[in-house]
């Protein structure tokens, strides 16, 4: 099985680590070589621009893709579950979280583009043709698209268009480019996708398995401490766990103070108070620590 991954740009760092985090290391190779090994020895990967993805996982060059939904949007159709998949849909199998941006039509602030209606009849330049034509026939306006491959926020203000359909995410090159969001046309994450007739192969379903238990993982710790038997009902209503937490006897306790051990899963962002509250309650010896993987 071949997962096609991004070769360069803002995606490539974030979902190699992905792939090191859910165990598919991938082996060693000289920069920028087309295909490498992973450790699993039927998982290989395949590295391509992030909007050439979408067509080499259609084509079948791939079987799995991990780049943007706005570059698999623009390639063609996606559907988020196989029953509703044609031939050559994409699956889109699971959101992994990263490269979060929205596709925004935009206007010049001062301009007399205020509404997408004031758009019939006049043009938006993008790099995401397909995409804009979808919008503009959703929304029933009729204006030209040209397609421009970089620096789309300049087109409006040298007559090249009146407005720009363009990724945004902290809004900072629009403000530079004084260019007012009009609409939002998509919101767009990496995600993991997939040729619909490889969606039930077991070996697909283990690479989202492995990537869902990293996602899960993510913004979560590992609390183990001691804690005295008499109060474990306390200790239970302090933690804010998944499901109950793990309690197990202590084998060294032997004086007999009836101390258990209590394990839990927490979310990151209530360690702080829960530690003060587990120690109120007479737990000891509290553990905090990272989580790598987490199968639900
Ligand atoms: N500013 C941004 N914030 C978050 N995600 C973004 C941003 N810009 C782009 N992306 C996402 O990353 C994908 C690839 O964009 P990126 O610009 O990294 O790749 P590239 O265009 O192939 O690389 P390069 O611009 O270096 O040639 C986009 O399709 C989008 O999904
Ligand atoms: O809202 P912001 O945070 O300003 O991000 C938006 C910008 O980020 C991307 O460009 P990128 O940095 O990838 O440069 P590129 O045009 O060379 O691809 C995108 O094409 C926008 O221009
Ligand atoms: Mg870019």
Redesign the pocket.
Known sequence: MRIAVPN????HDPTLSLLERAGLHVEETADRQLYADTVDPDVSILFA???DIPEYVRDGAADLGIT?L??AAESGGVVSSTSEAADDDLVDLLDLGY???TLVLAAPEDGDIERVEDLAGRTVATEFPNVTRNYLDRVRVDADVVTVTGATELTPHVDMADAIVD?T?TGTTLKVNRLAVIDEVLA?S?RLFARPDVVDDPKVEQVVTAFESVLAADGRRYLMMNAPKARLDEVKDVIPGLGGPTVMNVEADENGNGMVAVHAVVEERDVFATISELKAVGASGILVTEIERLVE
């Open positions: 360069k740009g803002r995606l621009r992030a909007a943007g706005d570059q490269g979060s941006c990724i995410s767009s990496v």
